[in-house]
């Protein structure tokens, strides 16, 4: 079965840089979730959205910016990129009409800022 | 969305039932009770989900107390690649904006020794 594609799945930058990250869902899934997960922390939500919209919105700092495309693909856009950036970056995502909104993660995109 | 409490770590012997408890003692009626895993650095990966009554499906069954209060993750017959951070989430279902998000906790370190 097809699965939730990221990419890159690593990537190297300095501080100041910038990054875009890219998350493919599933097939006919609508919603997709963006999470960070920094060295040895469990996953933080950043943020999401439905049918190309913002729909949730986390602890993500305002040098990142995110869409969904109208194929349903979203891009997290990092500026200014900073140490503490440094993380795993999962997107996952899930079928709006389903009964149970069960979130579909992909393998995550290793952040390294130097 | 509740808080769940979950112990830091445990251990099971290969090929015994694993049994991974989680309180959330100020679950809403509303709220479901999902389990996740994370296998090292891989994307989270879902489990199950139940809102009272017990369910199982080819991975595990969960058990919810009656007052709803606590539940246990079995995993009958543990393996190796059972090894993983297990994440007990509390969340409504049936909104459509704005309670999607997974909130993780610390969850627990679940070893399965040969």
């Known amino acids: 079965a097809a699965g939730v594609i990221q990419s890159p799945r690593h990537l190297i930058k300095e501080k100041r840089e910038t990054a875009t990250l890219k998350c493919y869902p599933i097939?006919?899934?609508?919603?997709v979730y963006w999470y960070q997960q920094g060295p040895g922390q469990d996953p933080q939500f950043l943020i999401s959205?439905?049918?190309?919209?913002?729909?949730d919105k986390g602890s993500i700092p305002d040098r990142f910016s995110a869409q969904q495309f109208s194929d349903y693909h979203s891009e997290l856009n990092m500026s200014s990129l900073e140490l503490g950036d440094s993380a795993l970056y999962f997107c996952?995502?899930?079928?709006?009409?389903?009964?149970?909104?069960?979130?579909?993660f992909g393998p995550g995109t290793r952040l390294t800022v130097t | 969305d509740a808080k769940t409490t979950q112990p830091p770590s445990m251990d099971c012997a290969e090929g015994r039932a694993a049994n991974l408890p989680c309180n959330h003692s100020?679950?809403?009626?509303?709220?479901?009770v999902y389990w996740y895993r994370q296998i090292h650095s891989q994307g989270p990966q879902y489990i199950i989900h139940?809102?009272?009554n017990n369910e199982t499906n080819e991975m595990a069954s969960l058990i919810i107390t009656e007052d709803r209060k606590s539940s246990t993750l079995i995993l009958p017959h543990a393996t190796l690649r059972d090894t993983a951070v297990y994440y007990c989430?509390?969340?409504?279902?049936?909104?459509?904006?704005?309670?999607?998000?997974?909130?993780f906790g610390t969850g627990t370190r679940l070893t399965i020794i040969p």
């Open positions: 100020t679950i809403s009626g509303n709220e479901y």
């Open positions: 996952a995502s899930s079928l709006g009409t389903s009964d149970s909104y069960e979130q579909y």
């Open positions: 097939p006919r899934h609508d919603t």
């Open positions: 139940g809102l009272k």
């Open positions: 989430i509390v969340r409504p279902l049936g909104i459509r904006f704005g309670n999607e998000k997974l909130t």
């Open positions: 959205f439905y049918e190309k919209m913002q729909s």
